[in-house]
């Protein structure tokens, strides 16, 4: 494992990272994983639109459904040996749209505040400015973490609970705290993360000036 601020290793030979894995054909487009990454990508401002027009039930079941297709895109992916290059920008590149689309959605329904969505937008906009560093560097962007990855399942599944827990109901009562736990969680990951992400293209621009 990488240590923090050190540039990790990608392959043998200490390889740049070109995509997931060194061994992955370049131009692999039309994989099961792609198409669910795609789907997923599709359905975030669908799923932003039942949310700011209050039509909870059917944003709740797309947020489910966009959870398990993240999850079985790796799954699928790893058991048949169907990374991509467009895998691997694709896949995270779905999950950041449908966070901003939750982000926006949630606060214009006051159901989470506007700073909190601020925080999380920065984050993004800011590991977004790396990107023309890296590939003066001669990387691509860099894989998602385990950590990374559990940071954006944290709030994925933090969502659909807060949209469970607006109301007087018994199930909003318990939906409600259970909503926020995650998204707390979520949120510091995500920040932890951002900061590692920063760290790992520091060690990267310092060894490239070595």
């Known amino acids: 494992m990488a240590q923090l601020g050190s540039a990790p290793d990608w392959g043998s030979g200490g390889r740049r990272f070109k995509s997931c894995r060194p061994d992955v054909p370049a131009q692999r487009i039309f994989t099961v994983p792609n198409a669910l990454s795609a789907l997923r990508l599709v359905g975030a401002p669908v799923f932003y639109w039942f949310v700011i ?16 297709s993240d999850y079985l895109d790796g799954k699928i992916a790893r058991r048949f040996n169907q990374y991509s290059r467009v895998g691997a920008l694709l896949d995270p590149l779905a999950d950041r749209f449908y966070i901003l689309a939750t982000l926006i959605g949630l606060s214009f329904r006051n159901i989470i505040p506007w700073w909190l ?25 860099l894989p998602v973490s385990f950590l990374g990855k559990t940071a954006t399942f944290s709030l994925l599944y933090s969502f659909p609970i807060l949209l469970l827990g607006q109301g007087s109901s018994m199930i909003a009562k318990y939906a409600h705290p259970i909503g926020w736990a995650f998204a707390i969680w979520g949120v510091a990951l995500y920040l932890v993360t951002g900061f590692h992400y920063l760290l790992q293209v520091q ?6 000036s070595d």
């Open 203 to 208: 060690g990267l621009r310092a060894n490239a």
């Open 117 to 141: 969505a601020a925080i999380l937008i920065a984050r993004d906009l800011l590991l977004a400015f790396t990107l023309p560093v890296l590939r003066r560097l001669g990387y691509g962007p």
């Open 53 to 68: 027009t209050k039509q909870d039930g059917i944003a709740i079941i797309l947020l489910v459904v966009a959870g398990a």
